[in-house]
């Protein structure tokens, strides 16, 4: 056992392993509220893209392709307080918008893993289907700074972990593990700067 893990470690894409890299790095940043996180996360999306796509993980590599222009969107989000709109500032939903994003998520969720099922295009399909569309709804999240977005994060990562390491994306299921300790980080750092920002404004 130990050696067939340690086989398919070593096989791994040198793309990959940079791809892990510039993940971890946009984790990291995006927690410390850095707009770096964004240059980081559109070259490492842009290696996954490529990647899973050439692995039978076609909703992985559309969901990477996504993240690349998200993190286009979320590098303009960040940067473009001062210039011509004020400052976006890290802000929290009402239950009710929570609600809203979970039904959507769900409903979408097995919509798009019984066409999987149905036309064969994925190994896991259901598994598949929940990790892009929460991702995507919560990278939309991390762009508009809702500080919720990293308990989500917390069951994605959780789910992606499995589903990489059940389709052979042993580094990145790793990465994923990682993934997990750094949302817990995250969200505390966020909401630090969430209350001091709070009395800040309250001034």
Known sequence: M???I??????????????????????ILA??????????????????TLLFWNGLLPMQSFLHF????????????WTRGGISQPEL???????????GFISLGVL?????????????ASQKPYLDGFVMVFSMLTTYM??????????????????????????????????FVLYLGLAVYGFINWLKLYRAQDQTLSI
């Open 108 to 120: 979408l969720t097995f919509s798009l893993g019984g066409l999987l099922t149905l036309f064969e």
């Open 2 to 4: 130990l050696a067939e």
């Open 142 to 175: 991390m762009a508009r700074k809702v500080l919720e977005n990293w308990l989500y994060w917390l069951v994605i990562d959780s789910a992606a972990v499995v589903l990489y390491w059940q389709t052979g994306y042993l580094l990145t299921a790793a990465m």
């Open 6 to 27: 340690w086989a398919q470690f070593s096989q791994q894409s040198i793309w990959e392993a940079i791809a892990v890299a510039l993940g971890i790095a946009y984790v």
């Open 31 to 48: 927690a410390r509220e850095s707009v770096w996180c964004w240059p980081a996360a559109f070259l490492s999306t842009a290696i996954y």
């Open 66 to 77: 996504f993240y690349m222009a998200m993190a286009v969107y979320g590098f303009y989000v």
């Open 89 to 99: 500032h890290i802000h929290r939903w009402r239950w009710g918008y929570h609600t």
